[in-house]
């Protein structure tokens, strides 16, 4: 199935600090899901990305679609302690029933 | 408000235990799945099943077998525990009615295989 590759794995910043991380496929993606998983704890949706250049923001948080639906980016401006975490990219599989994680850019934000 | 439950939280099995995972989900969805996740590989879909006795293998089926009786409930079996399979197993569940197949997942069930 549709595989993405996340950069960077891992993350360490100051509070107040900006974050981003980045999503990619060697294919064209139909749609791309953005996961969030607090340390202990399971994934949690945030956002699904449709078309080509969309831009969706919630809060601090800025998802990007890329013109050519290869690429996602999420950025997250000065974050906070509550932003700490593992942030996963999904696509769909072949199946179109399951997903495929991308393995995700654990965030650590020091205060 | 949307829950997916577990059977266990912790579970200790030894090698070659047979070992019953259950997953419960209430908001009539009709494709669960289960995944085991660890340190630096990320999630991986064992099986995924998108209605009641239907079932897929996922990614990494090796070694596991998956039982849907009823719509709401997903097992997944481990015939013969081995300690490779020592891992958090995360269950999910979705649905396609709202256009999209947000999957809602479980607190997971952190299993050691001694």
């Known amino acids: 199935g549709q595989q993405v590759m996340q950069i960077p794995q891992y993350q360490h910043v100051q509070e107040g600090e900006d974050f981003t991380t980045y999503c990619n496929s060697s294919?064209?993606?139909?749609?791309i899901q953005w996961y969030k998983q607090r340390p202990g704890g399971h994934p949690v949706f945030l956002i699904q990305?449709?078309?080509?250049?969309e831009v969706k923001k919630q809060k601090r948080l800025t998802f990007q679609f890329g013109e050519a639906k290869k690429n996602s980016s999420l950025h997250i401006t000065a974050t906070q302690t509550t932003d700490v975490g593992t942030y996963f990219c999904?696509?769909?599989?072949?199946?179109?029933?399951?997903?495929?994680f991308g393995k995700g850019t654990s965030l650590l934000v020091t205060p | 408000d949307v829950k997916v439950t577990q059977s266990s939280r912790y579970l200790v099995k030894r090698t070659g235990e047979k070992v019953f995972l259950e997953c419960v989900q209430d908001?009539?969805?009709?494709?669960m799945f289960w995944y085991r996740q660890d340190p630096g590989l990320g999630l991986r879909l064992i099986y995924f099943?998108?209605?009641?006795?239907?079932?897929e293998k996922g990614d990494i089926p090796e070694g596991y077998s998956v039982s849907r009786e009823k719509k709401e409930r997903f097992s997944l079996i481990l015939e013969s525990a081995s300690t490779n399979q020592t891992s958090m197993y995360l269950c999910?569940?979705?649905?396609?009615?709202?256009?999209?197949?947000?999957?809602?997942f479980g607190p997971g069930t952190r299993l050691t295989v001694l």
């Open positions: 990305l449709v078309k080509s250049g």
């Open positions: 099943s998108y209605d009641v006795k239907m079932k």
């Open positions: 908001m009539d969805h009709e494709n």
């Open positions: 999910a569940s979705s649905s396609w009615r709202r256009g999209y197949n947000e999957q809602f």
């Open positions: 999904v696509v769909a599989s072949n199946s179109g029933y399951a997903l495929n």
């Open positions: 294919t064209t993606l139909s749609n």
